[in-house]
């Protein structure tokens, strides 16, 4: 049986090993333009310096190929189960990643803040609204972004309490949920949430837009700062 297993992961090797990095695929990512698929972390690194895929060579975006990356979560459990004892071996190194960068994640350089609850929608998760605490978390500051009178202003207004802690998987659009519960805003008020002066997308989670944005600003600069306006209609 072990010889058998043995000779499956050499015939699909090429199948689940990334080109840049060529090692097996960890949180294989696949490019939507040309469904060439890399580990996550390989492929936005990539990006920070082109926006051409590394595979074909074809332009991906003209300016923020980032957009253009799905996570594949049926190939990681494919790989998960061809490779034995990787989950674990990826688990551990993730683990203490966090667990090196704890005190800047949790923002011990910042002001501290009660756990908030970011939303209905997570309360009722099936989980006895436990608000993803086994999750590494992340201190953020929501600032509200001012533009000189733009439309909406009077009713986007600045939190009391700007600093807030919370899960790493958290996505933007929990935020955006987040935001129009704290201020009243009706619920299908539309929102921009950016970081650095871009705007963030919807799906984007907090651990993504640290690694991908915020540790741009450096090591010192703690916690992340996110900024929230209204919409902006470019159309």
Request: hydrophobic share 30%; charged share 30%; proline share 4%.
């Amino acid at each position: 049986m072990a010889t058998q297993r043995k000779h499956l992961v050499r015939d699909f090797n090429r199948y689940i090993t990334c080109s840049i990095c060529r090692g097996y695929l960890i949180k294989p990512t696949a490019v939507t333009e040309c469904l060439h698929t890399f580990c996550k972390s390989c492929i936005v690194q990539h990006f920070e310096e082109s926006n051409e895929c590394p595979e074909c060579g074809i332009q991906v975006h003209e300016t923020n190929p980032l957009e253009m990356l799905r996570l594949d979560k049926t190939l990681e459990e494919i790989i998960f189960k061809l490779v034995p004892g990787l989950r674990d071996k990826e688990e551990q190194q993730e683990s203490e990643f966090w667990r090196k960068n704890k005190l800047k994640l949790n923002g011990e350089d910042g002001p501290r803040a009660k756990k908030p609850c970011l939303s209905d929608e997570e309360e009722d998760d099936g989980k006895g609204g436990d608000y993803h605490r086994s999750d590494p978390q992340i201190a953020i500051c929501l600032d509200c972004l001012r533009n000189n009178g733009q439309s909406g202003e009077s009713i986007v207004k600045g939190l009391m309490k700007k600093f807030i802690r919370c899960s790493t998987r958290v996505t933007v659009g929990t935020i955006k949920k987040f935001l129009c519960v704290k201020l009243k805003l009706p619920s299908s008020y539309e929102l921009d949430v950016l970081c650095n002066g871009e705007i963030m997308g919807k799906d984007h989670t907090l651990e993504f837009i640290y690694r991908t944005r915020w540790r741009l600003q450096g090591e010192s600069a703690y916690p992340m700062v996110l900024e929230y306006r209204p919409r902006i209609d470019f159309g």
